[in-house]
């Protein structure tokens, strides 16, 4: 099977979501304890609440196995995002909250992370990387919107409840602020709460591709989950209640296209 969804459109923005996967392999399954297979701390239903953006003319990528496989969004050399803060690895073996998620002895070494990187990581990397090569060569710029959500309270994360809509641009760095200006402005009126590089600055994603001055801006979105889903039964999607926030996230990301081109 496939490491990824993919589906191209023609316009400027690219949609990353590096842990929509719900999936374990067959190979590994068997190594995973009852809280690894129930795959929690995965970004659930992001793909259908995203699922206007080919109305945009995105270009979307999408992860079909879980992030207990092999984390996309992490440094596959294994540095820290945040140093100094708890944070799950390039190959997870525990969750946010410190469950292990492997039976015992059955976590990865380091020739099997290896063997992950090869055939999971570097094809979502590769295929990431040739779509935004493409939407900046038709273009002249490439939008990288990369799509994240976690559940509202995670005190080992964060204190307190998230924010709704956590903007990350590592610290300025991977997007200029006219853009950021332009999607939180989008929010005007929708009655979502929102953050800029509050907690979540950026994944390696965000950090490693966005590159204003080369023509790639790159903006993460982290969604709080309450605001759009019952984070007590996660595998249940409702979209009557996802509505509100699908369509502040529409009116966000079409600023935010508009305000990345070339002026």
Not at 178 to 200: I, N
Not at 220 to 247: G, S, T
Request: proline share 6%; net charge negative; aromatic share 10%.
């Amino acid at each position: 099977m496939s490491v990824f969804d993919y589906r191209e459109g023609a316009g400027p923005l690219v949609v990353s979501m590096p842990h929509t996967g719900v999936r374990l392999p067959d190979d590994l399954a068997g190594r995973y304890n009852d809280v690894g297979r129930s795959v929690c701390d995965t970004d659930w239903h992001i793909d259908k609440l995203y699922d206007f953006v080919g109305e945009l003319g995105a270009t979307v990528i999408a992860a079909r196995w879980s992030r207990w496989v092999i984390d996309l969004n992490r440094d596959p050399e294994g540095a820290a995002l945040y140093p100094g803060s708890f944070e799950t690895g390039l190959c997870p073996t525990q969750t946010f909250a410190k469950e292990p998620i492997y039976a015992d002895g059955q976590a990865p070494d380091e020739a099997e992370i290896a063997r992950r990187l090869d055939a999971y990581w570097r094809p979502y990397h590769r295929q990431l990387r040739a779509a935004l090569d493409a939407a900046k060569a038709r273009h002249g710029y490439a939008l990288l919107l990369d799509a994240h959500s976690i559940v509202s309270h995670c005190p080992l994360l964060f204190d307190g409840r998230l924010p709704d809509i956590n903007f990350g641009t590592n610290g300025g760095r991977s997007c200029p602020p006219a853009v950021v200006a332009a999607a939180t402005e989008a929010l005007d009126g929708h009655g979502f709460t929102h953050v800029v590089d509050g907690r979540f600055k950026g994944g390696w994603i965000t950090r490693h591709y966005g590159r204003p001055d080369e023509g790639i801006h790159a903006l993460q979105i982290e969604l709080a989950q309450a605001a759009y889903m019952n984070e007590a039964a996660p595998r249940d999607f409702d979209a009557v209640f996802a509505q509100p926030l699908r369509n502040a996230l529409a009116d966000v990301l079409t600023a935010a296209v508009k305000a990345a081109a070339p002026r």
